[in-house]
T-cell receptor, first 109, second 120 residues
């Protein structure tokens, strides 16, 4: 089983749609969780950290379910500029991060 | 302007040659990392360094070497022993969690723009 698993997509959605990405992780001792965004042929950029109580940043909401070892990212009112690959990231030990392979999102007019 | 720089952006080499990729950061981060990304795949950790003059192998260290003589710099050498060197190489840095026992937490990592290496 992969340490961090994501649905590869692609998710093709119209502008204005709400889309949700899920991610599962295998290490129950993990304490740090993040979502990164990666545009085509660019470096990953931090989108948001994920906190136990869930957190929101504008149109983006992240949730953590420790019991199920599951993380989610919800994007509301999708924009064309949201088209990218979203990486689920979980710490895999002291100062180490494990990156999922990513879920590709394509927002169309 | 704080950030991480990698050079060059594109690099072409012939098989059998060693090549060194540069990574510099001015974020005052203790920890630095090298990853490799192949098309359609996630990032895989090559080497990481938590502090100057110390580094550890990641998941795919074979055929690579690093040095950490300065806090700001963490160059990666791709040697001729690396069987499939063509890839997108990403350098990252982060603050270092100073608690060494009883924790598995990590700070977020910040990435440089990457170097695309093509070996023919």
């Amino acid at each position: 089983r992969k340490e961090v698993e994501q649905d590869p997509g692609p998710f093709n959605v119209p502008e204005g749609a709400t889309v949700a990405f899920n991610c599962t992780y295998s290490n129950s001792a993990s304490q740090s969780f993040f979502w990164y965004r990666q545009d085509c042929r660019k470096e990953p950029k931090l989108l948001m950290s994920v906190y136990s109580s869930g957190n929101e940043d504008g149109r983006f909401t992240a949730q953590l379910n420790r019991a199920s070892q599951y993380i989610s990212l919800l994007i509301r009112d999708s924009k064309l500029s949201d088209s990218a690959t979203y990486l689920c990231v979980v710490n895999g030990g002291y100062n180490k991060l494990i990156f999922g392979a990513g879920t590709r999102l394509a927002v169309h007019p | 302007d704080g950030g991480i720089t990698q050079s060059p952006k594109y690099l072409f080499r012939k098989e059998g040659q060693n090549v060194t990729l540069s990574c510099e950061q001015n974020l005052n981060h203790d920890a630095m990392y090298w990853y490799r990304q192949d098309p359609g795949q996630g990032l895989r950790l090559i080497y990481y360094s938590q502090i100057v003059n110390d580094f550890q192998k990641g998941d795919i260290a074979e055929g690579y070497s690093v040095s950490r003589e300065k806090k700001e710099s963490f160059p990666l050498t791709v040697t001729s022993a690396q069987k499939n060197p063509t890839a997108f190489y990403l350098c990252a840095s982060s603050m270092r969690n100073l608690v060494t026992s009883g924790t598995t937490s990590s700070y977020e990592q910040y990435f440089g723009p990457g170097t695309r290496l093509t070996v023919t």
